[in-house]
Antibody, heavy 118, light 111 residues
Framework: EVQLVESGGGLVRPGGSLRLSCAVSGFTFTSNWMLWFRQAPGKGLDWVSLIDRDGTTTFYADSVKGRFTIARDNARNTLYLQLDSLRVDDTAVYYC???????????WGQGTLVTVSS | QSALTQPRSVSGSPGQSVTISCSGTSSDVGGYNYVSWYQQYSGKAPKLMIYDVFRRPSGVPDRFSGSKSGNTAFLTISGLRAEDEADYYCSSYAGRENFVIFGGGTKLTVL
């Protein structure tokens, strides 16, 4: 059974940092590109970032470029998202997801809530 | 890149069919066959229902079907059931700069 389990969310002040983790199991982690999405409270889905199989190629949404960093540890079957210079409008549930192709995701984690507030 | 455009809400009675539209441009929906649809219940993670415009993942009922015409994609749900009541989001590949864009979501109400 494919499982993705996010952790690391919480309450942080504007300008602060957090590191999200996504532990995966049930599939060959190194065979898939991986993504992060987010959903602000009561709002729709937004793509955040994407990483290739060996971690050498990454893409970011304009809204997070230069502030967030995606990474993966294939030995630990874990995906990461480093969130720096956080802003109030980064408040959202962050989901990791397994890429099927071209950003279409066939497995999602349960999400972790990041709240940015003073 | 602007979000894809979906109706905010649709409704139908049990057994009926409903269609949700997803309008984009030639740079996203119209330019690639990488349109997907997700079902999301309140407080839960999205679930992939359709990918590559019309393909269904294993386990998704064939009551769910996808299509595309020009810059607009469609999700049709036939034989509506109470458990279909959820939010539905379309998404499309939009090139290497924006990669994935979403519609604003459509709330489906089963009357």
């Amino acid at each position: 059974e494919v499982q993705l389990v996010e952790s690391g969310g919480g309450l942080v002040r504007p300008g602060g940092s957090l590191r999200l983790s996504c532990a995966v199991s049930g599939f060959t982690f190194t065979s898939n590109w991986m993504l992060w999405f987010r959903q602000a409270p009561g709002k729709g889905l937004d793509w955040v970032s994407l990483i290739d199989r060996d971690g050498t190629t990454t893409f970011y949404a304009d809204s997070v470029k230069g502030r967030f960093t995606i990474a993966r540890d294939n030995a630990r079957n874990t995906l990461y998202l480093q969130l720096d210079s956080l802003r109030v409008d980064d408040t959202a549930v962050y989901y990791c997801a397994k890429d099927l192709n071209y950003g279409q995701s066939d497995s999602w984690g349960q999400g972790t809530l990041v709240t940015v507030s003073s | 890149q602007s979000a894809l455009t979906q109706p905010r809400s649709v409704s139908g009675s049990p057994g009926q069919s409903v269609t949700i539209s997803c309008s984009g441009t030639s740079s996203d929906v119209g330019g690639y066959n990488y349109v997907s649809w997700y079902q999301q219940y309140s407080g839960k993670a999205p679930k992939l229902m359709i990918y590559d415009v019309f393909r269904r993942p294993s386990g998704v009922p064939d009551r769910f079907s996808g299509s595309k015409s020009g810059n607009t994609a469609f999700l049709t749900i036939s034989g509506l059931r109470a458990e279909d009541e959820a939010d539905y989001y379309c998404s499309s590949y939009a090139g290497r700069e924006n990669f994935v864009i979403f519609g604003g979501g459509t709330k489906l109400t089963v009357l």
